[in-house]
């Protein structure tokens, strides 16, 4: 099991590594691009939806609407993106949710999670077709990071309900894989839609341990992004932006 781990997480860094190479060995490829800074390029956004339980005690992983209806609780994200070049770019996101489960008459529990990560996001459409400015975005991740997690279960023996809580101390390890689809709905705004897997590094989010199998969670949700050109002055450079436009035409005249 140890093996495992270990080879799971060279595996991410080195997924992660691969594009930071890639510019570096290879900076003519990105020539024609604009020069940028830490502080240029960002999109900040915001996502609600529901977050989904795989394990032991889940009983609907191939039935959609039950498992949203029964095996399922909301969950709001935020997600802040700084661009590294046209194909990638990387994602720090906080998330809080949380799932349930009501495997049998003796038995439930009911899990909260909140959940920080870091991602490396893959713009394949732009990839694909070269257009920075496509109306419409499919974004491919990989992602590690951490999580807590407060989980209750309740039995239920001659009609008396005992319950037995378990949460961490320390974060437990994550590792993440999802999609993401995007649609412009302005020159600054997108809509997205988000579906991720992720894989907790432990056996106890529905308190039950058992196999050693580690539990998942699915994460499905839609929301806005904002496209920032400057971090550190978000709204005054695209104002300047319109002012220098609307400056130009004037001069035509």
Request: with cysteine; aromatic share 14%; glycine share 8%.
């Amino acid at each position: 099991m140890l093996l495992g781990k270990k080879f799971r997480i060279y595996i991410f860094s080195l997924l992660f590594c691969i594009p930071l190479v890639a510019s570096a060995a290879n900076p003519s490829r990105w020539s024609g691009e604009q020069k940028q800074t830490f502080w240029l390029n960002w999109k900040a956004g915001v996502g609600l939806g529901y977050s989904s339980y795989f394990g032991d005690l889940s009983r609907y992983d191939n039935n959609f609407i039950k498992k949203i209806q029964l095996e399922s609780d909301l969950l709001g994200s935020f997600r802040l993106s700084k661009r590294i070049n046209k194909s990638f770019s990387a994602s720090g996101e906080l998330m809080y949710g949380g799932f349930e489960s009501d495997n049998n008459d003796q038995k439930a529990f009911k899990t909260r999670i909140f959940e920080y990560n870091l991602q490396l996001r893959w713009h394949l459409i732009k990839t694909i077709t070269g257009n920075d400015n496509s109306p419409i975005g499919l974004d491919l991740y990989v992602g590690a990071g951490q999580f807590f997690f407060n989980s209750t279960q309740y039995s239920f023996m001659e009609g008396n309900e005992m319950k037995n809580i378990k949460s961490t101390d320390i974060p437990e390890f994550v590792f993440i894989t999802g999609g993401s689809l995007s649609f412009k709905i302005s020159r600054t705004i997108d809509l997205i839609a988000d579906f991720a897997i992720r894989q907790a590094q432990n056996d106890k989010l529905d308190n039950l341990v058992k196999n050693d199998d580690y539990d998942y969670y699915s994460t499905v949700s839609i929301g806005l992004s904002y496209s920032i050109q400057n971090l550190l002055n978000p709204f005054e450079n695209r104002r300047k932006g319109s002012a220098a436009g609307g400056l130009k035409l004037t001069q035509r005249r």
